[in-house]
């Protein structure tokens, strides 16, 4: 089972930039599909962005396109997410996941979130 702990939120001003990242252990996630997520107050958890098992390939949720980058370094059993020209509607909790299976793109596992609070 692997853990997985958020880091890098915090609160900043409109167009600033924060660099999440997510530490993993307890197995390797190098064959799994990672993902953020975020939940804003009084919203559905919504995904943010993905990212392939070998790094290949991302996707991201059209609110950020072109905004934020995914990335993984798996000799690190790390994953990030670059967020640049932050808005206030990217205020909410930021949560990295884990695919239950390798090379498969259902989530199973969560970490406990990190708290990004943008200010106008």
């Known amino acids: 089972q692997v853990q997985l702990v958020e880091s890098g939120g915090g609160l900043v001003q409109a167009g600033s930039s924060l660099r999440l990242s997510c530490a993993a252990s307890?197995?390797?996630?190098?064959?799994?599909?990672m993902g953020w997520f975020r939940q804003a107050p009084g919203k559905e958890r919504e995904i943010v962005a993905s990212?392939?098992?070998?790094?290949?390939?991302?996707r991201y949720g059209d609110s950020v396109k072109g905004r934020f980058t995914m990335s993984r370094d798996n000799a690190k059993n790390m994953v990030y997410l670059q967020m640049n020209s932050l808005t206030v509607e990217d205020t909410a909790v930021y949560y990295c996941?884990?695919?239950?299976?390798?090379?498969?793109?259902?989530?199973?596992?969560w970490g406990q979130g990190t708290q990004v609070t943008v200010s106008s």
């Open positions: 996941a884990s695919s239950r299976n390798p090379f498969s793109g259902q989530y199973g596992y």
């Open positions: 990212i392939s098992w070998s790094g290949g390939g991302t």
């Open positions: 307890g197995r390797t996630i190098s064959t799994y599909t």
